[in-house]
């Protein structure tokens, strides 16, 4: 299975560095040719060479410039392609639509993919079971792959794995603010919290969420304090209302 990479951006080029790992056949088109050149890889294919040259083109390039890109697109022959879009909110009737293909994936892969410790939830419409285990096989090279039963899915992931990696780093940087708030230095702040998240994660390992809390809140200590502080200011709603109004934006992203 070759693979056309359209937009050699943040998740262009991890999928791609991912799918190398694992020895697949890349080739990329993006308007910066210092992006592909990064990876070790030909700049100098146009966007026809590259469709022309693969069996499953990935389109990661912003919601936002996809219409335009499709234009370009159908110029190209991609009949017989599989179409496979990680674009966030762009749906399979959109995909379908602007692309005249019948074959179309939608993933929703997050920047861990980078690593091969990535998460990616995958549905497609056309696709021939050999092609789906093909499929399978390739997402796999990026980390955790789920084949999911519907788009709605696919959304949803994008909510909890897809934005994941960022919203998990602002919070990791709300620590280093809130210790260097109690008086370390930049460098110590950093240290600290770096070193209580890595540990953290691997407590993770062989402990549930709600385990490792209960071994770290003694009763009537600190972190109990702390968590039922966080939980009477609404943290979960909070957190609930920016995953909601986060889902509405997504559903107008391309538009
Ligand atoms: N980043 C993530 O963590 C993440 C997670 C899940 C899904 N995604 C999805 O992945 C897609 C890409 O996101 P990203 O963060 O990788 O964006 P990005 O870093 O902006 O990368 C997109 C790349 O595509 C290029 N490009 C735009 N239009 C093009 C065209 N017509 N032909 C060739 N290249 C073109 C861009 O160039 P210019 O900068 O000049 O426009 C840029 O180099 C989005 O749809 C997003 O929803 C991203």
């Known amino acids: 299975m070759k693979i056309g990479i359209i937009g050699c951006g943040h998740m262009g080029g991890a999928l791609a560095q991912s799918f190398m790992k694992n020895n697949y056949s890349v080739a990329v088109f993006d308007r910066h040719p210092d992006k592909i050149q990064a990876l070790g890889l030909a700049s100098d294919l146009s966007l026809e060479d590259v469709c022309r040259g693969s069996d499953v083109i990935l389109l990661a390039v912003k919601p936002q410039v996809f219409s335009d890109l499709a234009s370009e697109l159908k110029q190209t022959n991609l009949k017989e392609k599989i179409m496979l879009s990680v674009m966030a909110g762009v749906s399979l009737q959109d995909l379908k639509e602007q692309l005249a293909v019948s074959k179309i994936i939608r993933c929703m892969p997050n920047l861990s993919v980078k690593d091969q410790q990535g998460v990616l939830g ?98 009537g200590g600190v972190t109990e304090c702390l968590t039922q502080s966080l939980e009477q200011q609404g943290f979960q709603e909070i957190f609930q209302k920016a995953l909601q109004e986060a889902a509405e934006h997504m559903k107008n992203l391309n538009t």
């Open 122 to 219: 995958w549905t497609s419409v056309g696709c021939e079971a050999s092609e789906r285990q093909e499929l399978q096989d390739l997402m796999s090279s990026g980390g955790l792959a789920l084949e999911l039963k519907s788009e709605e899915q696919v959304d949803k992931m994008t909510l909890i794995s897809g934005c994941g990696p960022g919203y998990l780093a602002y919070w990791y940087e709300a620590m280093i603010t809130q210790a260097k708030n109690l008086g370390f230095q930049e460098a110590e702040a950093q240290a600290i919290v770096k070193q209580t998240i890595e540990g953290t994660t691997k407590l993770l390992e062989n402990n549930s969420p709600q385990e490792l809390q209960k071994n770290v809140s003694s009763k």
